[in-house]
């Protein structure tokens, strides 16, 4: 088989598990306690942004708060639902196991916030070694920041490894940073780009779809 990838470097929200529900709940419960409106295609447009942009465009809906108050709002809604339940997406679980298990070191790369990840972290069996959340970075996605910072904690050079998304945000961060990129659709499709991989599930992506990608293929995963 062809090399596996130096590194997996995985979204979290909506690639990992399947929070977004969550964080769409929590911000029109947010918005209607202003006496604004939210709609889903509102909702749909902060997936994958870095929850300090967000709170700015929630501020436009008439959420009469500061940015950081924004931000613990949703946090608290959200690492709350995820204590009750942590909401795998299909197939997320088995192939970071599988990677692990490989022997290829993955790391968390996520605008949610540390607190929020912990509570994510601690259910995956040591599989990610390197955790970069949204308050560790100055510049949030779409930036390559956070992409380039885990590949740099890893000790790995990024265009060796692949970065798992599922946002178009995301996307771009992954692309800019160099990292073999793959697509997973959960919320927002997944439109076709230069050097993109895509993927219905994660349940159709193997370690040797993985090594395929760090060898330059870009696959179509229906």
Not at 119 to 124: D, I, Q
């Amino acid at each position: 088989m062809t090399a596996l990838p130096a590194a997996v470097l995985w979204d979290m929200d909506g690639t990992l598990v399947d929070t977004e529900p969550y964080w769409i709940a929590a911000e029109h419960e947010l918005v209607a306690a202003h006496g604004g409106t939210w709609s889903h295609e509102q909702a749909l447009q902060l997936v994958g942004n870095s929850l300090l942009a967000s709170a700015r465009i929630l501020q436009e809906a008439g959420v009469r708060l500061e940015p950081d108050e924004i931000v613990d709002y949703l946090l608290d809604r959200v690492v709350d639902a995820v204590r009750r339940h942590v909401p795998w997406r299909p197939g997320a679980r088995e192939l970071l196991a599988a990677i692990a298990e490989a022997g290829v070191p993955c790391a968390l790369v996520t605008m949610s916030y540390r607190r929020f990840a912990a509570e994510v972290v601690a259910h995956t069996d040591g599989a990610l070694r390197v955790v970069v959340t949204g308050d560790d970075v100055v510049n949030g996605k779409p930036h390559p920041e956070s992409y380039l910072t885990a590949a740099q904690k890893l000790g790995v050079r990024v265009e060796d490894c692949v970065a798992i998304e599922d946002s178009p945000t995301g996307i771009t961060s992954a692309l800019a940073s160099g990292a073999r990129t793959l697509g997973v659709e959960a919320v927002v499709p997944i439109e076709p780009r230069p050097g993109l991989s895509r993927a219905g599930s994660l349940e159709r992506v193997t370690l040797r779809h993985l090594a395929q990608m760090r060898a330059g293929h870009v696959l179509d995963l229906p």
